[in-house]
C-alpha cells in the first residue's frame, strides 16, 4: 500500500508536467485565464505611445487627418488601408485604445494558433500556445498600432477556413490580411500551391476571387489617389552584416537563435525526413513554403525584422514535427526567455568584431523595447520643451511623427508640399506649425522648399539624426547652411518593427 502511494507520488511530477506540455488551451475556461494573463503582461506598454517604429506615429496621422480634414492619406506607401482605418474610432481616444485594439487582435490569434495545433495533431500544444503568445518579437508587435498582428491573425485564419474546407471564408481572411500589410500577398501563394497539393484546385477559384475583390476594394482609396505609384516604398540598401545583425539579433534574441539552431543539430536524424515529407505531406510543404516566400521577400528589402513575423507559426509547426518533444519544450523556454535576458552587445546596426569582443548578458529586446519607448518619449519632450525664436524651421528627424502626434493640440498639423511621389506625404511633405511664433518643424526638406524659406528668412534648427537623414535624402546638410543644432549629439532610438536597442 504504502509503495503503491508512493509510486503515486513518483509519477505525479512527470504526470502534472505531461499535462502541461499538452494543454489544450482552446477549451473555454482555459482560454479565458490564459487571456487574462496575457493582456496583463501588455499593461507596461498601453500608455508609452503608439510605438517604438515611427510608422506606428504615421498611422495614428493618417487617422487623425482622415478624421481632421475628411482626406484619406496613406500612412507610408503602398498604403495600409485597413490599418489606417480600424485606427480612425480610437486614435482620438488616444494610444492605450489603439494598443489595446491590437492586443486584442493578437489574442485572436493566438486563438486560431492554438486551433490549429489541435486539428494539425501536433505535440506539446500548451508549450508552442504559451511560446507563440510570449516570443518577444511578436510580444512587442501585439502592443504597437500597427498591421504586423493584424494581418498575421488572418492568416492564421484563412489557414484554417481552408483546412476546413471552406474556401470562401478563407479568401475573405486572405484579402483582409493583404489589406492590413500587401506583402500578405505572397502567403496566398503558399496556400494556393497547398490547395494544389491537396487537389483541391477547384477551391483556388472562390479562394483567390474572394481575395481579390477584398483587397482591390480595400486599396481602390489609394488607387483613386496614386494609381499605379502606389507601389513606391523606401528602396535603401541593407548592408550584408546590418542584415545578419536583424536575424541574429533581433528575430529571436541571441539566445533563442542560438536554442534553435542548437535544437536543428540535435535534430538532424529527423530532419532528414524533411525532403521526403515535403513530397507527401501537404502541410509539411506548406510550412516550408510560407516561410520560403517570407524569407525571400524579405531579402529583397530587408529594413525591418518584423517582416519575418508571418513565418513564425509556420516555423513553430516544423519545429513541433521535427524536434523531439524535450528539445522542443527547451527550445521554446529560452525564445520566451531571450526577450528578457539575452547576449548584447553595443552598435544597432552593423555586426563587427566589437559585437563578438564585447558581448555580455543583458536587457532582452522585450526589456530594450520598453527602454526605448521611454526614451523617444523624454527625446520629444526634450524637444518641445526647446526655445525655438519665432520666424525658425526645426528638422526633427524621424521623431517627426511622435512630436507632431504628441503636440497636435498647440500644433497645426498640415503639408507642406502635395507630392505623390513621397512615400509619406503627411510626414515626409508635412509640417506641424507654431503659428502664434511662426515656427515650423519638418521631418526633413527638399532644397528647394529649404530654399524658398531662406529666401524669407527663416533661422533654421536640426537634430543630431535629422542632419545625415537629410544628406542621405536630399543631398545637403542644414549645418553647412549655417543651422544651428539642439539637443547636441542625442538621437532617438528608433525601433524598427521590435526593440531598439543598443543591445
Not at 521577400?297 to 521535427?322: C, D, K, N
Not at 539575452?342 to 536587457?363: H, M
Amino acid at each position: 500500500m504504502e509503495a503503491e502511494a508512493t509510486g503515486v507520488r513518483r509519477a505525479w511530477p512527470a504526470d502534472v508536467l505531461e499535462r502541461a506540455v499538452e494543454f489544450d488551451f482552446t477549451r473555454p475556461l482555459a482560454f479565458a485565464a490564459f487571456a487574462a494573463v496575457y493582456v496583463a503582461t501588455r499593461i507596461p506598454w498601453l500608455n508609452l505611445g503608439y510605438g517604438a517604429d515611427p510608422d506606428a506615429w504615421r498611422v495614428a496621422l493618417s487617422a487623425d487627418h482622415l478624421l481632421s480634414h475628411g482626406e484619406y492619406l496613406p500612412s507610408r506607401l503602398p498604403g495600409f488601408p485597413l490599418e489606417e482605418l480600424v485606427t480612425v474610432p480610437l486614435v482620438r481616444a488616444g494610444w492605450v485604445w489603439t494598443n489595446l485594439s491590437a492586443a486584442l487582435v493578437s489574442l485572436a490569434g493566438v486563438y486560431l494558433f492554438a486551433r490549429l495545433l489541435v486539428e494539425l495533431k501536433l505535440p506539446a500544444k500548451g508549450v508552442l500556445t504559451a511560446a507563440f503568445a510570449f516570443t518577444p518579437l511578436l510580444w512587442i508587435n501585439s502592443i504597437v498600432t500597427m498591421d504586423y498582428m493584424w494581418s498575421l491573425t488572418l492568416v492564421l485564419g484563412c489557414y484554417l477556413a481552408l483546412i476546413r474546407r471552406r474556401p470562401l471564408l478563407a479568401g475573405l481572411c486572405m484579402g483582409l490580411a493583404i489589406s492590413f500589410r500587401l506583402t500578405a500577398f505572397w502567403v496566398a501563394f503558399a496556400f494556393i500551391f497547398w490547395l494544389w497539393r491537396e487537389r483541391r484546385l477547384r477551391s483556388a477559384l472562390p479562394f483567390a476571387g474572394a481575395m481579390a475583390v477584398t483587397a482591390l476594394v480595400a486599396y481602390s482609396p489609394v488607387l483613386a489617389t496614386y494609381g499605379p505609384g502606389m507601389f513606391n516604398f523606401y528602396d535603401a540598401k541593407v548592408s550584408f552584416t546590418g542584415f545578419l545583425k536583424l536575424l541574429g539579433k533581433d528575430t529571436l534574441g541571441v539566445v533563442g537563435a542560438l536554442a534553435v539552431l542548437a535544437g536543428l543539430a540535435v535534430s538532424l536524424p529527423r530532419l532528414k525526413r524533411l525532403p521526403r515529407d515535403f513530397l507527401v505531406d501537404s502541410h509539411v510543404a506548406l510550412w516550408v513554403a510560407v516561410p520560403a516566400l517570407v524569407f525571400g521577400s524579405f531579402t529583397r528589402l530587408p529594413h525591418e525584422v518584423a517582416y519575418l513575423i508571418p513565418l513564425f507559426p509556420f516555423g513553430f509547426f516544423l519545429m513541433a514535427r521535427y524536434f523531439q518533444r524535450p528539445v522542443l519544450v527547451a527550445v521554446a523556454v529560452l525564445i520566451v526567455l531571450s526577450g528578457f535576458v539575452d547576449i548584447t552587445s553595443p552598435g544597432d546596426e552593423e555586426v563587427s568584431k566589437q559585437t563578438f569582443t564585447s558581448a555580455q548578458i543583458g536587457a532582452g529586446m522585450m526589456l530594450s523595447d520598453l527602454d526605448t519607448l521611454k526614451a523617444q518619449r523624454a527625446y520629444a519632450g526634450d524637444l518641445a520643451a526647446v526655445d525655438i525664436p519665432p520666424h525658425s524651421v526645426v528638422f526633427t528627424g524621424s521623431i517627426y511623427p511622435q512630436f507632431a502626434m504628441r503636440n497636435k493640440d498647440r500644433l497645426e498639423l498640415g503639408i507642406l508640399e502635395r507630392d505623390h511621389g513621397a512615400i509619406s506625404m503627411l510626414t515626409d511633405r508635412g509640417e506641424a506649425v507654431d503659428r502664434e511664433n511662426d515656427i515650423h518643424y519638418v521631418w526633413l526638406l527638399k532644397y528647394d522648399a529649404f530654399e524658398a524659406f531662406r529666401e524669407q528668412g527663416y533661422n533654421f534648427y536640426y537634430v543630431y539624426d535629422a542632419e545625415g537623414g537629410n544628406a542621405s535624402v536630399f543631398h545637403f546638410r542644414p549645418a553647412y547652411y549655417d543651422a544651428t543644432e539642439i539637443l547636441a549629439g542625442r538621437s532617438p532610438t528608433s525601433g524598427k518593427g521590435t526593440a531598439s536597442t543598443h543591445r
